[in-house]
């Protein structure tokens, strides 16, 4: 009568993801002998480099037809000879708060910064699911392997698989943080295919940080200590008070020596009415501006284009034509900015964004033969002063901005 062993496995430390039986190598299994398979366990045998018989929970007596596939290697027949061999115990539990960090920076092409070197850190769960997969892929012929093993080992898949995502999903910086459910989604199914080749299963996947440059994250600070537009209205009327401050503090600075100023001239154009009269004069009240406001300006003939800063992240660039007439002959000063691309099928859209529009109307115009959409408003060159020029630039500009955010996304 054979001898009954008893073969089982606990893990008092949580910690391990596979253990083998006997931890020296193999060992002399006899016929009869006990395995005892604990809940959330498996017990894979293994022999000569390969995985074989799987058992699942409870208690199993080991013979010939308890285990069909070790039983067709056996060149010798158990009633003459033990079986060599050896249990690996692996557990179904699900390993959480696994972390996972950046060792190298990952690479994005950002819309307000240009090409960024990103770190980021967070933490991912795993199980095993397939236990024979995962003792051929990964215990191999080692004795124990831990949580932290299997992390290390896992670490870079995470990486990777983030590293090409954030690359191709075409967020940027500003609104990424917002978007961490939605891409730690997205890279829990990508990841989680290559995790089924070891025979593992992604369970969770967070995404606590994604840090940028420190250059980068300075312009972020200082944007925050910037009060945001939240509309048109309160847009314009910042630079509309910043160039009129600016025009109270030339003429304070010109009444110190010239004498006393008409105090009605702090909230009119500094340039008399009759000088706007006509283009000369409206370009340069648009100048200086420009100058005042920190705009950049260039200067084509009748064509003009300014570039107009949306806050430290932000930009638009506004064209200025000063080559119109309307019917009665009066020369227009026509401000616009570009949207998007002119389309047929966006019409209603286009019709129902237009009613919200102040200081300017969508429109199409021919540019470099190619048919445009555009925010335009026009102006009279006679009756145009300081302050209507810069409600009107700053009005294109924040709209144009916002419309090509939105029309942009449809298809």
């Known amino acids: 009568m054979f001898r009954v062993e008893v073969i089982d496995f606990v893990d008092p430390t949580g910690t391990t993801v596979a253990a083998r039986v006997p931890a ?10 006990q395995l005892i398979v604990h809940q959330n366990q498996q017990a894979v045998f293994f022999r000569e480099g390969r995985a074989m018989d799987v058992f699942g929970p409870g208690r199993h007596t080991l013979n010939q037809s308890s285990m069909p596939v070790l039983s067709r290697w056996l060149s010798i027949p158990w009633d003459r000879a033990p079986l060599q061999a050896c249990v690996y115990f692996v557990s179904q539990q699900r390993f959480v708060d696994q972390g996972w960090g950046t060792r190298q920076p990952i690479t994005i092409r950002d819309p307000d910064f240009g090409i960024l070197r990103l770190r980021g850190f967070g933490k991912f769960s795993f199980r ?28 870079d898949t995470v990486v990777s698989g983030l590293s090409d ?3 191709t999903a075409n967020i940027g910086l500003a609104h990424m943080t917002s978007k961490f459910d939605e891409l730690a989604a997205a890279a829990r199914l990508r990841i989680g295919e290559q995790f089924k080749k070891f025979g593992l299963e992604l369970t969770d996947l967070i995404i606590n940080s994604i840090s940028p440059p420190p250059e980068v994250q300075q312009a972020i600070d200082a944007r925050s200590t910037i009060p945001t537009p939240q509309d048109l209205h309160s847009y314009t009327q910042q630079h509309a ?15 110190r020596s010239d004498g006393p100023v008409d105090s009605s001239q702090l909230t009119k154009s500094t340039v008399p009415a009759d000088a706007l009269s006509d283009v000369t004069a409206v370009q340069q009240s648009l100048r200086a501006i420009c100058q005042q406001s920190g705009w950049t300006l260039i200067e084509s003939g009748q064509q003009w284009m300014l570039t107009v800063p949306l806050g430290p992240l932000r930009k638009q660039d506004v064209h200025v034509d000063f080559s119109g007439v309307d019917e009665a002959g009066h020369r227009l000063v026509s401000i616009w900015s570009t949207c998007g691309e002119a389309r047929n099928d966006n019409a209603l859209a286009l019709l129902r964004y237009n009613a919200q529009l102040i200081h300017g109307a969508l429109a199409v115009i021919r540019d470099d033969g190619v048919d445009v959409l555009v925010i335009r408003g026009n102006l009279l060159a006679e009756t145009a002063d300081d302050l209507e020029l810069v ?21």
């Open 165 to 167: 995502l954030l690359a």
């Open 391 to 411: 409600r009107t630039v700053t009005a294109v500009a924040w709209q144009a901005n916002q419309a090509q955010q939105q029309f942009s996304g449809q298809t």
């Open 24 to 33: 020296a190598g193999t060992g002399s299994i006899t016929v009869g002998a």
């Open 241 to 255: 008070s910043e160039h009129r401050l600016g025009g109270a503090s030339r003429l304070a600075a010109k009444s």
């Open 128 to 155: 095993v699911v397939d236990s024979t997969v995962f003792v051929n892929e990964i215990v191999g012929t080692q004795g124990n392997v831990t949580a932290q093993q299997i992390t290390d080992f896992l670490r």
